[in-house]
Each structure stands twice: as C-alpha cells, then as structure tokens.
C-alpha cells in the first residue's frame, strides 16, 4: 500500500470590494457621485464670477459736488459718470439710475470718484436758488400773454429770450436774441384763455452775461419768450448780428432824410 502526504489546506482569501462585479459597480457609482458634486461647485463659483465680473453699473462723482447741489444741478451738469463695480464693492444703498437724483441735494461734499448713494442726498427744498450754479441766474421778467405764452409756457420749459428796444419814432424796431435755451423758473397761475395786456412775471435762469440786457429790453422794450423743442433745438447759423442791423438801420434812416 503506497502512502501518500495529505495535501495541506490552501488559504482562504478575504473578499474585498473589487473582489466582486457588484463591489466594483458600487465603488464606480460613489466616483461618479463626488465627480457630480465638484462638477456642481465648480460650476456654481464660475457663475458667480462672471456676474461679479459683469457688476452693477452706479453713479459715481466725476467732479467735486459741493454741499447742497441738487441732483437736477448734478444731472445736468454732468457732474456725474456712469460706471461698473462688483457686487462686492458695491455700497450700501447705491444710485443705479440718474432719475433717484431727482427732488434732492447734497448733505455734503462730495468728491471725484465716490458712489452716490441715498445717504448722500437729502429732499431739497424746491427753492428757485437751489437751481442755479457757477454763471447761473435767476430773474423775474415781466411779459404779458402775446409776448411771454403765459398760460402755455411751464416750470421746466425752455425757452429763448429775444428783445426789441423802442427805436422811437420813424425808426425801424430791431430785435436780437439775448439768451438761448434759458430754463423756466416758476410761471404766474393762468389758464392760458384768452389775451390779456397786463404784465406777469415769469422767472428764468439766464446767463449773467445777459442779465443786464434783459434787464434793459424789460424797462425801455420789450421781451418775448419763444418756447423751443423738447428734444432737438436746432438754431440757423445764418443770422445777423445786432450790430450789423444797426448799421443797416442808421444807413436807411439817413436816406429818408
């Protein structure tokens, strides 16, 4: 009888979770699931870049703003300029459109570069020198109906000032342009109906360089306010000066004699 050695048992191997197609499937399904979620993440802060990328676009001073200016002054001056932040520079309560300057002014000084803000401004109190600036002023001039559209004319209008002087008897009247684009002030309360010869006042913002001549046409002529476009007043470049129709005047005149 042949004797043979037992075979000794082999190891038992311990299962893993490759050791499976199902181990397998779980562990390439939790990959996915991470690759997902960073994809997610990664997609979200690119979002959010770009938006603070493109910013918000603020009013920012361009100019010194002194103390009381009123935002229709900071508007129509310029003093203003139209320009992008980041959301995370953007200060608290910041002025995204020019119309919220609109019935306010300036609590303080503001300086070149900084953002307008509500904060900054304060209700105006809707006086007639809270309109004016640098050569700006304001004067009451006294029109009846045909001559300054009383009862047609309207705070915030513009107008042009034209004046005549009274060249006496014999002579020929001349009229000459004393202001253009002059804003109205206030206007007297009328409806507007019918003609009346008596004088109102209508006040104006005029240049001080035309204040005198108004001024002069207003004792010893007359002024006539001629009301301009909304949008788009166009003046003809072909016009004589004063000057020159003075001249043309005083030739004519010594012809007749």
């Known amino acids: 009888m042949l004797?043979?050695?037992?075979?000794?048992?082999?190891?038992?191997?311990?299962?893993?979770?490759?050791?499976?197609?199902?181990?397998?499937?779980?562990?390439?399904?939790?990959?996915?699931?991470?690759?997902?979620?960073?994809?997610?993440?990664?997609?979200?802060?690119?979002?959010?870049?770009?938006?603070?990328?493109?910013?918000?676009?603020?009013?920012?001073?361009?100019?010194?703003?002194?103390?009381?200016?009123?935002?229709?002054?900071?508007?129509?001056?310029?003093?203003?300029?139209?320009?992008?932040?980041?959301?995370?520079?953007?200060?608290?309560?910041?002025?995204?459109?020019?119309?919220?300057?609109?019935?306010?002014?300036?609590?303080?000084?503001?300086?070149?570069?900084?953002?307008?803000?509500?904060?900054?401004?304060?209700?105006?109190?809707?006086?007639?020198?809270?309109?004016?600036?640098?050569?700006?002023?304001?004067?009451s001039v006294p029109v009846d109906k045909a001559h300054g559209m009383t009862g047609r004319i309207r705070v915030g209008d513009r107008v042009d000032v034209i004046i005549s002087q009274d060249a006496g008897a014999g002579l020929v009247t001349v009229a000459s342009v004393a202001a253009r684009n002059v804003l109205v002030l206030s206007v007297p309360d009328s409806d507007g109906s019918g003609v009346s010869a008596r004088k109102e006042q209508v006040t104006l913002r005029v240049p001080d360089g035309a204040a005198p001549t108004i001024a002069a046409a207003a004792d010893g002529g007359e002024v006539w306010l001629i009301l301009r476009p909304a949008v788009g007043a166009r003046a003809q470049s072909a016009v004589v000066s004063p000057r020159t129709l003075n001249e043309t005047l005083r030739e004519l005149n010594g012809r007749g004699r």
């Open 3 to 139: 004797l043979t050695k037992p075979k000794s048992p082999s190891p038992t191997r311990m299962g893993g979770p490759l050791s499976s197609r199902g181990g397998t499937l779980l562990v390439a399904a939790l990959l996915s699931l991470v690759a997902g979620a960073a994809l997610l993440i990664f997609l979200r802060q690119y979002r959010d870049d770009l938006t603070a990328s493109d910013g918000v676009q603020v009013l920012v001073a361009k100019s010194l703003i002194p103390k009381g200016t009123t935002g229709e002054v900071v508007a129509e001056t310029t003093r203003y300029r139209l320009a992008r932040v980041k959301k995370s520079q953007l200060a608290h309560g910041a002025i995204t459109d020019p119309e919220g300057l609109e019935g306010k002014a300036a609590k303080k000084d503001l300086f070149p570069g900084h953002q307008l803000t509500q904060d900054d401004f304060e209700g105006a109190d809707g006086s007639v020198g809270s309109k004016l600036t640098g050569f700006d002023r304001a004067m």
